[in-house]
């Protein structure tokens, strides 16, 4: 079964840090890929009158196969790309949307090229990463309801617009939320038309609108991303569960 006929049926550093800057990285483009842009994401979570639960999405044909074993602030390992962070703040619509503390947060994403770790050799992705760990990690909430990665911007695959997942866990294991991650196409657009050392497919074949996942409504699930090409960018994003 490939890949994006999966999606079609299923339908279902640490924080804000700075990053190495990527000296001649970027390739020849009309974007200057020194220009610092923000893109503002969901609110969602801010206050107690704009508190809904995140939606819950698909964990996709990829997920975590033993998240525990993963506890990690950098996730990388030998994945390049361009730099990111990626704070992530929990808070729990039970409890008047304050931070949850304590909270397991397990996040992963495709490398530059589309592909995930621990899976492979199949007609879903053929490039052979079975035993390997990649874009995986795991973070505990702290008293502010925070967890923060150090990761690449992902690339992207055929059928799907660019995201990452993410499953919550309370502190005794027990499954809250998973849900993803959904990035604004322009910032989007510039990394993959600028930094082609890197990312060799152009711009993503899926929009967000056509996405399976995102086509429903993607309004609480989109990032705020700020930065650029040269230096680097941080993702903020705020996650609503029920605890």
């Given amino acids: 079964m490939e890949r994006k006929d999966f999606l079609k049926k299923s339908l279902s550093f640490l924080g804000i840090a700075a990053v190495t800057p990527l000296v001649g990285a970027c390739s020849k483009s009309d974007v200057d890929p020194t220009t610092t842009?923000?893109?503002?994401?969901?609110?969602?979570?801010?206050?107690?009158?704009?508190?809904?639960?995140?939606?819950?999405?698909?964990?996709?044909?990829?997920?975590?196969?033993?998240?525990?074993?993963?506890?990690?602030?950098?996730?990388?390992?030998?994945?390049?790309?361009?730099?990111?962070?990626?704070?992530?703040?929990?808070?729990?619509?039970?409890?008047?949307?304050?931070?949850?503390?304590?909270?397991?947060?397990?996040?992963?994403?495709?490398?530059?090229?589309?592909?995930?770790s621990e899976y492979g050799g199949t007609g879903m992705q053929s490039t052979n990463y079975t035993a390997v760990h990649f874009l995986r990690g795991r973070q505990i909430t702290d008293a502010s309801g925070n967890v923060g990665f150090t990761t690449i911007f992902p690339g992207w695959y055929s059928g799907r617009a660019v995201h990452i997942h993410v499953h919550i866990y309370n502190a005794a294991g027990k499954s809250l939320l998973v849900t993803q991650i959904a990035f604004p196409a322009a910032i989007c657009d510039t990394v993959f038309t600028t930094a082609t050392n890197f990312y060799t497919k152009g711009k993503a074949d899926t929009t967000n609108e056509r996405d399976n996942v995102f086509s429903d409504g993607f309004a609480n699930e989109m990032a705020t991303i700020t930065g650029s090409v040269a230096n680097g960018y941080a993702l903020t994003h705020t996650i609503v569960v029920s605890a």
């Fill in 37 to 116: 842009t923000t893109t503002t994401g969901s609110t969602n979570g801010t206050t107690g009158s704009t508190c809904d639960v995140t939606p819950s999405e698909t964990e996709g044909p990829f997920p975590t196969k033993t998240p525990s074993s993963l506890v990690l602030k950098d996730i990388r390992s030998d994945r390049t790309g361009i730099p990111m962070t990626a704070t992530i703040t929990i808070r729990n619509k039970a409890n008047d949307c304050k931070a949850l503390e304590g909270a397991l947060v397990d996040i992963w994403h495709c490398d530059a090229a589309g592909n995930y």
